[in-house]
């Protein structure tokens, strides 16, 4: 059964920096794509970050190049997002999501706020 666990959210103030994690189980992770899609209060879901599985290229949203680092440990069977410089903006649920067998997994969120 594919699980996606996030963790790592909270609170933390404007310029300061946050790792969430993405404990993955029931499918071979280390061939599978692997994604950060996060949704801010009142807004539909925007995609943040995607990371291969065979030459660990990344791709990033416009909004978060630059301060945001995805990357993932094949051995640990997990993903990460390194946050920088945060932004009131960034205030969102954040989800790890997949695809495995015609099928899109996602994580049950993890809350990072940025107050203003």
């Known amino acids: 059964q594919v699980q996606l666990v996030e963790s790592g959210g909270g609170l933390v103030q404007p310029g300061g920096s946050l790792t969430l994690s993405c404990a993955a189980h029931?499918?071979?992770?280390?061939?599978?794509?692997m994604n950060w899609v996060r949704q801010a209060p009142g807004k539909g879901l925007e995609w943040v970050s995607t990371?291969?599985?065979?030459?660990?290229?990344?791709y990033y949203a416009d909004g978060t190049k630059g301060r945001f680092t995805i990357s993932r440990d094949n051995a640990k069977n997990t993903v990460y997002l390194h946050m920088n410089s945060l932004k009131p903006e960034d205030t969102a649920v954040y989800y790890c999501?997949?695809?495995?067998?015609?099928?899109?997994?996602w994580g049950q969120g993890t809350q990072v706020t940025v107050p203003s």
């Open positions: 999501t997949t695809g495995h067998d015609a099928m899109i997994y």
């Open positions: 029931g499918f071979t992770f280390n061939t599978t794509w």
């Open positions: 990371i291969y599985n065979d030459n660990y290229s990344a």
